[in-house]
């Protein structure tokens, strides 16, 4: 069950638009996703992404969690990433409370660091609710397959009170 809501979700080009990875065609596209991005940190005792429930329907709506994280600076990168069909609702804003709220009191971090699209701007308009700052505009290069796309990106940062 839990595959196939994955499946759904990442099948989505524009779910994938700007990750690292080409659309799912097949549930074993998923499951291979499931296991390297999930099972296999959690297995070598690494924080890993989070899955997202639905209380309302107790269903898997997308996945959030740490990415990159530095042990010696305490710090890391939070991701994150919901199916459309939850866009538009504020889940976003408040799961991220909640990985913040784990980062920085379970895992001690000093700091988090968002990077997100310049066309999202309900992600923008969502960080800087929960206070983080803009600290810079780059172009990120994401390399799917066998192409590399050059994509306009802000770095955001909030520091540990």
Not at 4 to 19: A, E, M, R, S, T
Not at 86 to 93: E, K, L, P, R, V
Not at 129 to 156: A, M, R, S
Request: charged share 25%.
């Amino acid at each position: 069950m839990m595959l196939k809501i994955f499946f759904d979700c990442y099948k989505n080009k524009i779910v994938v638009k700007h990750l690292p990875f080409s659309e799912h065609k097949s549930l074993e596209d998923t499951r291979k996703f499931i296991k390297s991005f999930f099972l296999n940190p959690y297995k070598k005792g690494k924080i890993g992404h989070f899955a997202i429930v639905y209380k309302r329907d107790n269903k898997v709506i997308g996945n959030m969690g740490f990415n990159n994280i530095n042990p010696k600076a305490l710090e890391a990168e939070i991701g994150i990433c919901i199916n459309p069909s939850y866009w538009g609702h504020d889940f976003a804003t408040e799961i991220t409370k909640r990985v913040i709220q784990y980062g920085f009191r379970e895992l001690n971090l000093n700091k988090i660091i968002a990077i997100t699209y310049e066309e999202n701007q309900n992600s923008t308009k969502s960080l800087d609710l929960l206070g983080f700052k803009c600290t810079g505009k780059y172009i990120k290069k994401i390399h799917t397959g066998n192409t590399v796309k050059n994509v306009p990106c802000y770095q955001y940062e909030l520091k540990k009170q």
